[in-house]
C-alpha cells in the first residue's frame, strides 16, 4: 500500500496517484480517530480494523448507532449466518431521526427537496420530518399494521418515500421499495414474492418536463392480489387519478387526524427492516433482507469515514431510493449522522444540462456522490455547462454503481471538484448494505480503481482454487469474514441463499463481481461474472429480459447480452428468433423495444434487437451469453464445446 503524502498537485509524476489536499486529510473523520488510537499510516489502520474486526465493529457499533438496550455478543459466526449484536435492542427510526428531534438538530435541515419544476422546493427539518413519520406510523398502525408485515412503496425520489420507510421502521414492519423506473409487471413479480398488506404510490411525477402517471401503473400492478388491503396515494403532480372505494385513500386523508407522536418499538438487532429486490442470474428477482442494527451501522460509518460528512456539510446522493445506494446513502446513512441531504426528483438533464449545477451553487453542496453514466453524459456536454456555475464549495465527491473509467474521473475533479476534491470511487451491493471497497479522504487515488478494502472488512481476489489471484490477474471478489451490515437472507428461500453467495468458495461470501489487483495492492473492480447486466449503474437480469422478449406474441425465443456504451457502461441487446412465418423488419424490431419497455420499465429498453435463426445454448438449453457476446463483439473464442450447436454461434452477427 502507498504512503500517504499530502499536496494538491493535480497529480504526480509516478504513477499517476492523486493526493488529497492536506487540510482534507488533517480535518478528516478517519485521522482524527486514527490519532486518537495512535496509528501512524494508513496501511497500518487498515490492517489493523481488518484483522480485528470484531473489537472494531464493536466500537463503530457504540459510535454511530443508540442502543435501547446494549448487546451481549458483538457476532455469533457459524457460515453462512452470522447473528450481529445478539441481545441488542434498536431501531434505526432512532438513530436516523428520534435522536435528533430531541437534540440540537431538531430544526437543522434533513432534507432539501428539489422538485424537477423549477423553483419546487421543500425544506424539512429534522423536527418536522419526525413529526411527518410519526403521523403516518399512526396511521398504518391504525389501520392494523404490525411488527413483521410488509409494507411496499413504489414513489418517486418526493419526500414521503423516506418518510414512509421511517414509519415503517418505527413500527417494525419491512419495508419493501421497488424502483418507480419498474413497470407494472416488474413491480407484480416483486409485490407477489413479498405479499405486502399496504401499497403506498402517488397519482404520478414529472420527467424531463412531462407529468408521468403511476398510479395506474400500480393498479395494474396489483390487479386481484387480495392481501394488499389499503392503497395510500400521495399527490404529486395533480393529474387525474382513479381512485378504488375502499381501497385506495389519499395520503392527506390517511394521516388527518393522527398525533405527531409515536413510540418507537425497540426491535432485535436482526429484525427485518427491509426487502429489497435485486437482479439474479434467473429470471426471478431475489428479496435482500437487511436487519436493523446492520442497517444503522455500516451506512452510517461508511457514510463518516469515506464521505467525511460533517454538520457544516450539505450532501447530495444523486441515486434513487428505490436502490441500494438510495436505501443507505440518501436515507438511512446521512439521516443517521444527523446531515443536511438535497434530495433531487428529476431528471439532471431538465431544463438543461445546468440543473445539477445550479443545485450545487445554490445550496452550497460540498459533498456529491454520483455515478459514472451521469458524469460521462456531462463529459459528452462539454465543460461550459459546469464552468457557468460557482462550484466552489465542493470538497469531496464520491462516485458508485459501476467501474469509474478514468477518463470521467479526472474530467469531473477538474471541472465539478476544482482540480483538489478527490473522489471516493466506491465498490458494494445490494447484499452488503454498504460500501466494502472504497477509499478514505487520506487514500492517494488511482482513477478507475476504487482502492481498498474498508476498515473491518476482509476481501480477497481470488482464482478457481479460491487462492489469491496473481498480480494483474482477473479474480473473483470474495468476502471472508463477516460483516454487520451483511444480507441475511434471501426472503423464503434460503436454499437459494446458500446456494448463490457461500457455496462457491464454502463459508466465504461469493459476490459475483470480478475484479484484479495491481501491483500496488489496488483493487480494480472489472463489473459482473454472472448473467447480469450493468446498465447506468443498475443491475438488470439478462433472464428477466429474455422472459420479457419472449412474452411478445412474434418471439419464439431470445438470448439477451451487454454490449458497452460510452454513457450507460453497457446496453441491453437482445437476439431474437422468431415464430414461423414472421418476418423481422425495423417496424417489429422497435416494437419488441416497446415491448420489453412496457413490461420491465424504461431502464430495460434494449438499444438493439437483432434476429437469428438460432439460439447458440449449452447442454442444459440455455443461452451461452458469454461466447454469444464474445462473437458479437469480434473477439476470438478459442472454446466452443460448451456449446452445442455450434452453427448457430457461427451465425451471430458482429454488432456495430
Not at 462473437?631 to 473464442?637: F, S, T, V
Request: aromatic share 10%; charged share 25%.
Amino acid at each position: 500500500m502507498v504512503d500517504n503524502k499530502t499536496e494538491n498537485s493535480a497529480q504526480t509524476p509516478n504513477g499517476g496517484l492523486f493526493y488529497p489536499p492536506e487540510d482534507l486529510v488533517e480535518s478528516s473523520n478517519v485521522m482524527a480517530w486514527m490519532k486518537k488510537k495512535g496509528m501512524k499510516s494508513e496501511k497500518e489502520l487498515r490492517a489493523w480494523c481488518s484483522e480485528n474486526y470484531v473489537q472494531f465493529w464493536d466500537e463503530m457499533a457504540r459510535t454511530y448507532a443508540d442502543w435501547f438496550e446494549p448487546y451481549k455478543d458483538v457476532v455469533q459466526w457459524k457460515a453462512p449466518f452470522a447473528k450481529w449484536f445478539t441481545g441488542g435492542k434498536i431501531n434505526i427510526a432512532h438513530n436516523a431521526l428520534d435522536r435528533h428531534a430531541k437534540s440540537w438538530r431538531r430544526n437543522k435541515l434533513a432534507y432539501i427537496f428539489v422538485g424537477e419544476p423549477v423553483g419546487d422546493v421543500r425544506k424539512i427539518t429534522y423536527y418536522e420530518l419526525y413529526r411527518d413519520v410519526n403521523r403516518f406510523a399512526c396511521a398504518l398502525q391504525k389501520m392494523g399494521v404490525k411488527k413483521g408485515d410488509r409494507v411496499g412503496i413504489y414513489l418517486p425520489m418526493i419526500p414521503e418515500l423516506p418518510v414512509a420507510m421511517l414509519a415503517c421502521a418505527k413500527l417494525g414492519a419491512i419495508h419493501v421499495v421497488v424502483f418507480s423506473g419498474f413497470s407494472a409487471v416488474a413491480v407484480r413479480d416483486r409485490l407477489e414474492d413479498c405479499q405486502p398488506k399496504v401499497l403506498i404510490t402517488c397519482d404520478g411525477s414529472y420527467r424531463r418536463g412531462k407529468p408521468i402517471a403511476t398510479k395506474p401503473q400500480a393498479d395494474e400492478a396489483i390487479a386481484g392480489l387480495e392481501y394488499i388491503e389499503k392503497v395510500v396515494v400521495v399527490k404529486r403532480n395533480g393529474q387525474e387519478t382513479p381512485m378504488q372505494e375502499g381501497r385506495d385513500v389519499w395520503w392527506d386523508d390517511f394521516v388527518a387526524g393522527q398525533p405527531a407522536t409515536f413510540q418507537t418499538l425497540p426491535m432485535d438487532s436482526a429484525d427485518p427492516l427491509f426487502i429489497l429486490y435485486t437482479a439474479g442470474a434467473g429470471g426471478k428477482p431475489r428479496g435482500i433482507v437487511h436487519t436493523h442494527a446492520g442497517a444503522s451501522v455500516g451506512p452510517a460509518f461508511t457514510s463518516s469515514w469515506v464521505f467525511d460528512i460533517k454538520d457544516t456539510d450539505v450532501y447530495w446522493c444523486t441515486a434513487d431510493i428505490g436502490w441500494i445506494t438510495g436505501h443507505s446513502y440518501i436515507a438511512y446513512g446521512p439521516l443517521s449522522l444527523g446531515a443536511t441531504s438535497i434530495m433531487y426528483e428529476g431528471s439532471p438533464d431538465y431544463p438543461d444540462f445546468g440543473r445539477w449545477f445550479s443545485i450545487i451553487e445554490e445550496y452550497g453542496v460540498s459533498v456529491i456522490y454520483t455515478a459514472p453514466t451521469a458524469i460521462r453524459m456531462f463529459m459528452n456536454e462539454g465543460p461550459e455547462w459546469p464552468q457557468k456555475y460557482d462550484l466552489s464549495t465542493v470538497r469531496l465527491m464520491g462516485s458508485v454503481g459501476e467501474a469509474m473509467n478514468p477518463d470521467a474521473f479526472i474530467w469531473w475533479r477538474k471541472y465539478v471538484g476544482g482540480g483538489a476534491a478527490p473522489i471516493m470511487d466506491t465498490w458494494f451491493q445490494s447484499e452488503t448494505c454498504s460500501q466494502v471497497i472504497a477509499p478514505l479522504p487520506i487514500t492517494p487515488l488511482k482513477p478507475g480503481s476504487p482502492s481498498f478494502p474498508l476498515p473491518g472488512y476482509n476481501v480477497r481476489v481470488v482464482d478457481e482454487n479460491g487462492q489469491p489471484s496473481a498480480a494483474g490477474a482477473t479474480g473473483d471478489i470474495i468476502i471472508t469474514e463477516p460483516w454487520p451490515s451483511m444480507l441475511r437472507e434471501i426472503y423464503r428461500d434460503p436454499a437459494q441463499y446458500n446456494e448463490t453467495y457461500w457455496s462457491t468458495f464454502p463459508g466465504k461470501y461469493f459476490s459475483g463481481d470480478k475484479a484484479r489487483v495491481d501491483e500496488d495492492g489496488y483493487i480494480w473492480a472489472l463489473g459482473r461474472g454472472d448473467d447480469v447486466l450493468k446498465v447506468a449503474g443498475h443491475r438488470i437480469s439478462n433472464a428477466e429480459v429474455e422472459a420479457s422478449a419472449e412474452k411478445h406474441p412474434a418471439v419464439k425465443a431470445s438470448a439477451v447480452v451487454g454490449k458497452p456504451d460510452r454513457v450507460k457502461g453497457e446496453s441491453i441487446v437482445v437476439y431474437a428468433v422468431l415464430n414461423p412465418g414472421i418476418e423481422g423488419d425495423a417496424n417489429l424490431q422497435k416494437d419488441i423495444k416497446t415491448f420489453v419497455r412496457k413490461t420491465l420499465g424504461p431502464i430495460a429498453i434494449p438499444s438493439d434487437v437483432i434476429f437469428v435463426e438460432d439460439i447458440p445454448r449449452n447442454k442444459a438449453g440455455k443461452p451461452v451469453r458469454p461466447l454469444i457476446k464474445a462473437r458479437a463483439l469480434g473477439e476470438k473464442i478459442a472454446d466452443t464445446s460448451a456449446v452445442v450447436n455450434p452453427k448457430a454461434l457461427d451465425l451471430i452477427p458482429l454488432l456495430g
